[in-house]
């Protein structure tokens, strides 16, 4: 049973670099979230999809973030001109919507560190 | 707006005994899923019970159980016969786009 993957695990960027995280959720998961969590916080709601439809967007994502999820499947979370305050760690998951009361699925995360 | 509080930063319980961990959320829905999730050193979250807010009845799992007040919108986890692989940071969540807590530390002394 292959669960939620993300890649990469780890990334170091400068800053004012681009990065682009993606996620590949549980194959049968019609529904994708995206959360950022800092050392000591729960994770911070950015976005959820269901399906290709981007639902749901935060406050928290600025117009430097984008996430997309064509056709359904994965999803990339892109972020432009990366700043020292984005440093965290950014959590996908996925669901079944009606099922299991929507439990969500998380993927181990990819570290962002900007220097 | 939707917000969930766990007002225990940190909890210690030694090994084998009980601890109850509390969450207290506000919302306007009447339907809605609460959940517990554990978060061990390894950061990848794992999903430790579910309640449904429409049932009555406090959700059980093994050694975890939920104290789940609908009226006063309070949702506490009880680990029983605690064991040292239950330390880790605790999470309460509900809602569809899974609105978090701050968490919870659990040290279980040996």
């Known amino acids: 049973d292959t669960g939620v993957s993300q890649n990469p695990r780890h990334k170091i960027t400068k800053r004012g670099q681009n990065v682009t995280f993606r996620c590949d959720p549980i194959?049968?998961?019609?529904?994708l979230y995206w959360y950022r969590q800092t050392l000591g916080q729960g994770p911070e709601f950015l976005t959820y999809?269901?399906?290709?439809?981007?639902?749901?967007k935060s406050r928290l994502l600025s117009d430097r973030f984008s996430a997309e999820r064509p056709k359904g499947s994965f999803s990339t979370l892109e972020i432009q001109r990366t700043e020292q305050g984005d440093s965290a760690m950014y959590l996908c998951?996925?669901?079944?919507?009606?099922?299991?009361?929507?439990?969500?699925?998380f993927g181990e995360g990819s570290w962002l560190t900007v220097v | 707006a939707q917000t969930v509080t766990q007002s225990q930063p940190e909890m210690s319980v030694q090994e084998a005994e009980t601890v109850t961990l509390s969450c207290t959320y506000d919302?306007?829905?009447?339907?809605?899923?609460l959940f517990w999730y554990k978060q061990p050193p390894s950061r990848q979250m794992i999903l430790v019970i579910r309640?449904?807010?429409?049932?009555?009845q406090n959700a059980t799992e093994n050694r975890f159980s939920v104290n789940f007040q609908k009226a006063a919108k309070s949702f506490s986890l009880k680990i029983s016969d605690s064991q040292l692989g239950d330390a880790a940071m605790y999470f309460c969540?509900?809602?569809?786009?899974?609105?978090f807590g701050t968490g919870t530390s659990l040290t279980v002394i040996p």
């Open positions: 998951a996925s669901s079944l919507k009606g099922s299991s009361g929507n439990t969500i699925y």
């Open positions: 919302t306007s829905e009447s339907d809605y899923y």
């Open positions: 999809f269901q399906n290709e439809a981007q639902l749901e």
């Open positions: 194959s049968e998961h019609n529904r």
């Open positions: 309640q449904e807010a429409y049932k009555q």
């Open positions: 969540a509900f809602g569809n786009q899974f609105y």
